[in-house]
């Protein structure tokens, strides 16, 4: 069963190929053989496994839907990089991989050099990955493929929506699907057409609104939004990946006109104040340091820069490395925890934050009376002990995992910083680089091994560590 659902996702991830391939069309490009190659050869894949294939049960369980979801994200990675391997201007299979794969997790760090001189049809179909994976993978084939629901579609749902808790906007998973992905949907078309009014043409416009709404940060320059050099496309990014940031079931209410349950939310609360305190520090370190020139330096870039980082999108419009280390240290912080779960953002989330803050709070008064019963809340809800205790778990792994990935990379000679900052930034989603892979470097400089290592991570990122690592374990595959 697992196979043949596999076969479904490859036909519909070759139906996104098509508007790749119609745009080398409109442009008169070479790439218009190697998409339709691809998408010809992942259709037929698709449906050889979902023709030939006979399941003795359809019914999927809960190790299924771990299953399932690992194996898609992987499956449509591979099938997403042939495009990059058979284009115009060839990359390696490593560098393809890594490509996609960054794509597919909105982790937005690149190995193409030289984006500019690649065909209009390879830069939309960079933007279509990250979109394709801001929502989830397998949450559209929930909202297309209604069978699903009652085929262990709560299983799979709740292994690829990030959070750790997941309330059903629906009485049907397939019903909630639809909705966010309607969401989803809208503020892409909304981000569009803001964008198309300001120095963007239509089809930057398009690149740039995928890159911001799924917070996965690609851009068709090179030099990311720092190209334009404009006030307004910052502007209207940063609201933009300021609501990629943002729980989509919360967006959803409050476009129902329910604002009630947007103001009591805590963790949007903590996402809002932490904004706030990050521009008011980054600001005094930029004037402190005699980098204020313009009151744009004060005002818009900081602003940007930290949505930017929280939301793990990692779009640039300056060079942050200029700020000092302070700004690192904090954006360091803020890659951790990124922004809320249940949004398209990556990193541990803040609501991880609140949970371990109030336990540790609890733990502390403990000390003082041991006897004492008390309880972490989060939105006037009392929370059940053992997810606290999984959260923890989540947090110990989560740092484990990025001093893993560092050791491992220094052991290919890459210096010491640029191995934990690139290894980190794998596994929050975020994609900013520093050192050979920051402003004005590339990952294209990390050797083959590595890539492939920090395309490992930027999985279990993606799939918050649980879902990937289950696999891994006997007991998984015990009966």
Known sequence: ?????????????????????????????????????????????????????????????????????????????????????????????????????????TTGASVLDSIENMSHGIQIWRAMMQWIGGMGIILFTLAVIPMLNSSGGMQMFNAEVTGITHDKLRPRVSQTAKTLWGVYLLLTVILVFLLWLGPMNFFESICHAF???????????????????????????????????????????????NFNDVQRNDVFRTYVVSIAVFMVLFVITIISRGRFHTWEDITIDPLFQIVSTMTSTGFSATNYENWGPFVMSLMFFMMFFGACAGSTSGGA???????????????????????????????????????????????????????????????????????????????????????????????????????????????????????????????????
């Open 1 to 105: 069963m697992i196979i043949r659902i596999t076969g479904w996702l490859l036909m519909i991830e070759s139906l996104f190929m098509l508007l790749p391939t119609i745009t080398c069309l409109i442009y008169d490009e070479a790439d218009i053989m190697p998409f339709g190659i691809t998408a010809g050869a992942t259709a037929a894949t698709g449906f050889c496994l979902t023709r030939y294939i006979r399941p003795r049960s359809h019914k999927t369980g809960k190790r299924e839907g771990f299953l399932l979801t690992s194996i898609v994200w992987i499956v449509f990675s591979v099938f997403g990089m042939m495009p990059f391997i058979f284009s115009s201007t060839p990359v390696s299979v490593s560098d393809a991989f890594f490509e996609a794969m960054s794509g597919f997790t």
């Open 211 to 257: 890159g911001a709404i799924s917070t996965g940060g690609f851009s068709t320059e090179a030099d990311s939004i720092a190209s334009y050099n404009s006030v307004y496309v910052k502007v209207v990014l940063t609201i933009f990946m300021f609501l990629g940031g943002v729980n989509f079931a919360l967006i959803f209410k409050a476009m129902c006109g």
């Open 349 to 479: 989330k803040l609501d991880r934050l609140l949970y371990l803050l109030k336990n540790c709070r609890n733990e502390l008064y403990r000390c003082i009376y041991p006897r004492s019963i008390m309880s972490v809340r989060i939105n006037d809800r009392v929370i059940n002990p053992d997810i606290v205790s999984k959260v923890i778990a989540f947090l110990c792994i989560y740092t484990l995992l990025i001093g893993v990935g560092g050791v491992v990379l220094s052991a290919f000679d890459i210096p010491i910083f640029d191995s934990f900052f690139s290894a980190f930034s794998a596994i929050s989603n975020t994609g900013l680089g520093a050192g050979i892979t920051g402003y004005g470097g590339s990952y294209e400089l990390l050797p083959d091994v590595g890539k492939w290592v920090l395309s490992m991570l930027m999985l279990i990122g993606r799939l918050e560590i649980f879902t990937v690592l289950l696999v891994f374990t006997p007991a998984f595959w015990r009966k």
